[in-house]
């Protein structure tokens, strides 16, 4: 089995690890409302999931967060 000959040092181990980092989730357009939703999902405005209705959708004043009330 392999062993490394020399440590290595802090500031290369912190060059290979400053490349794991959190991406921004991907957000797709639904193509019914147009709202902004994450990909196979179904959408929270419309309800819609590939084509068809699956969900009734939550009046807007359910969706909102408590907060802004």
Known sequence: MAV?????SH????????QYKVDAPTVNECPQCHAPR????VCAACGYYGG?????????????SPESQ
């Open 38 to 41: 994450l990909p196979h999902r």
């Open 11 to 18: 500031s290369r181990t912190n060059k290979r690890r400053s």
């Open 4 to 8: 490394p000959k020399q440590k290595q």
């Open 52 to 64: 068809r209705q699956v969900l009734q959708p939550k009046p807007e004043r359910e969706r909102e």
